[in-house]
T-cell receptor, first 111, second 110 residues
Framework: SQQGEEDPQALSIQEGENATMNCSYKTSINNLQWYRQNSGRGLVHLIL???NEREKHSGRLRVTLDTSKKSSSLLITASRAADTASYFC???????????WGAGTKLIIKP | SQTIHQWPATLVQPVGSPLSLECTVE??????LYWYRQAAGRGLQLLFYSVGIGQISSEVPQNLSASRPQDRQFILSSKKLLLSDSGFYLC?????????FGQGTRLTVV
């Protein structure tokens, strides 16, 4: 089953612009994670934000979490062509450490 | 450091043939292990997960099965592949805070 829903499904921007992707979920969570997937490869963990956190930074990444709206956003600042990838959010589901995945946002950075 | 190996990277198999995809983990013990399938341009569909040797939970009834013969080995199998089994298969292990993925296997059933 999938809990997270990312939007937009696809996003195409010019290099140097900021890219914002959103994720909504349905049930209460302990944490929310963002992952990146280059075409035809496995997913790579980007950042985790806990339910008691509202904002977190890692390099050019900024993640926000609004538990009242059950939503999160991932902002990539000063985008680069190498940021082209699909981005997924995932939320924890139960004590067996199952993650519930969204369908992803495909980000294309035009040089 | 933890490492996860998944092979092969690509596989073309005829309909009705068997399948065996293998995944091994290094650098951690008693990991939670997962097999996912990903359709083109879509999210991850959890197929199986395992919290210990011989303990397999199936999320989706299908033509596939999984086994965990050793603590850090997870195998995805099929006795007879269907065309609909084509896809991108990902093995992963996770702790409380992060999932670690293999590089994936692109399976094409012809």
């Amino acid at each position: 089953s999938q809990q997270g829903e990312e939007d937009p499904q696809a996003l195409s921007i010019q290099e140097g612009e900021n890219a914002t992707m959103n994720c909504s979920y349905k049930t209460s969570i302990n944490n929310l994670q963002w992952y990146r997937q280059n075409s035809g490869r496995g997913l790579v963990h980007l950042i985790l934000i806990r339910s008691n956190e509202r904002e977190k930074h890692s390099g050019r990444l900024r993640v926000t979490l609004d538990t009242s709206k059950k939503s999160s956003s991932l902002l990539i600042t000063a985008s680069r062509a190498a940021d082209t990838a699909s981005y997924f959010c995932a939320t924890d589901a139960d004590s067996n450490y199952q993650l519930i995945w969204g369908a992803g946002t495909k980000l294309i950075i035009k040089p | 450091s933890q490492t996860i190996h998944q092979w092969p990277a690509t596989l073309v198999q005829p309909v009705g043939s068997p399948l065996s995809l293998e995944c091994t983990v290094e650098g951690t013990s008693n990991p939670n292990l997962y097999w996912y399938r990903q359709a083109a341009g879509r999210g991850l569909q959890l197929l199986f997960y395992s919290v210990g040797i011989g303990q397999i939970s199936s999320e989706v009834p299908q033509n596939l099965s999984a086994s965990r013969p050793q603590d850090r080995q997870f195998i995805l199998s099929s006795k007879k592949l269907l065309l609909s089994d084509s896809g991108f298969y990902l093995c992963a292990w996770s702790d409380v805070t992060e999932a670690f993925f293999g590089q994936g296997t692109r399976l094409t059933v012809v």
